[in-house]
């Protein structure tokens, strides 16, 4: 009996998702920052993936499946980078000493 391949990807992902979720929520907060960096360089890959994608394919059809994902991607990947930063500069705010005003 063989599995079919459609099943055996579906599975991982559905794994994938938990064990994503576990491991995203279980980070101490301390720990949030290099996790953020990490995941802005992993998006930074995916957007030069998308990159690619969007651009493959003839200049006739600019409306392939392949180049429509490829766009797709670019603008959520780059909304994660820009997203990420954010919340990295607002996790370093919290670290920061206060200056009293001297009077």
């Given amino acids: 009996m063989e599995i079919d391949p459609f099943i055996f990807r579906f599975s991982i992902f559905i794994l994938s998702i938990f064990i994503g979720y576990y491991v ?3 980070v101490t ?3 949030h920052t290099p996790l953020m ?3 802005n360089a992993i998006s ?3 957007i030069v993936g998308a990159i690619i994608a969007a651009l493959a394919g003839e200049a006739e059809n600019i409306f392939d499946t392949a180049n429509i994902f490829g766009f797709l991607a ?7 980078i820009f997203g990420g930063f954010l919340v990295t500069q ?7 000493k206060k200056k009293k005003d001297i009077k």
């Fill in 44 to 46: 930074s890959v995916i």
């Fill in 74 to 80: 670019i603008i959520l990947a780059a909304v994660n």
């Fill in 90 to 96: 607002r996790m370093l705010a919290m670290y920061k």
């Fill in 29 to 31: 907060p301390s720990l």
């Fill in 37 to 39: 960096s990490v995941t």
């Fill in 24 to 26: 995203v929520w279980s």
